[in-house]
């Protein structure tokens, strides 16, 4: 009798509030996007067959008894591996597929790493913490990433909307009164890593300009965070627009996004703004319920390849 795959999913996300500020210790909003999701599917291979991960959307396979810890899928399982004090190689099958875009801003590097760590521990009969999780696909985040603030493996693994400050226990919440982002993918791949190393040789040719520019979505974060509480979308929607302006001046907008960014304000969004590492990916926009279908339509006019709309904050 064959015994059905153990499954596990994860989310893709945004930030709402404070990329790349985040990796110089400023807050961030962060929230999880389960309309778009990775999977895992593991189940027992032949035996003698080893580890073996079909990443079907990169088109890789990887087999971990020949896969170095360069490989991020590899390094994600290994680590799995060891936190299960499972010594040497089971011999497991993995089918890994995810709906999220690769380099669109949506987290789908920490979306795979996080359905392939809750497989593994589903796989062996255990429990998983988000925080262990989190801990674990951070480290294949510094392989995708460079210097990742933690903020995209944090958010995915615990699914939920999250306050984020680099190096402190995350806070999620659940917003009080719901709302609504339209998420309109540009179609062009930005790897996050070359935006955060650009951001980071511009701090470091001019140290007091970009953390005067840190220091201002660092207000806007806060304000962001009282907004949400308090239900004051409009105010949230001016407070994405000001990060938009802020994230043009670190030089990680791009036309195609502002495009998209003021047909969603023209449309009637509350306020938008490019969400991630920037460039190409993803813009978001706060919009309210009876402006929802007319900024949906206006995002893909623009040229939006996608458009994705997510409720934050819903009673299930
Ligand atoms: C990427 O989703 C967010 C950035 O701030 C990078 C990071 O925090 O690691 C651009």
Redesign the pocket.
Known sequence: MSVPPVSASAPG?V?LL??????YGRP?I?VPVWQTIATANVQAGSPGSGCVIVAHDLEVTIRLRQSGDDQPLALVTRLALAELGIAGEPDWHVDLHSTIPIAG?L?SGAALSTALVRALFAQAGRQVEPETVSRIVYAS?CIY?G??????NTVVAYGAPIWFVRGQPPESFTPPSPFTLAIADSGIRSP?KE??GDVRRAWEAQPARYEALFDAITALAYAGRRAVAAGEFTALGLLMDENQAILEQLG?SSTPLERLISAARDAGALGAKL????RGGNIIALVKEERQATVEQALLAAGAARVIVTTIGALA
């Open positions: 996300k930030i404070g990329e790349h500020a985040v990796v961030a962060a801003g987290g985040e990433h210097t990742p603030s933690g903020i995209d996050t935006t955060v990680v969400s991630g590492g920037g």
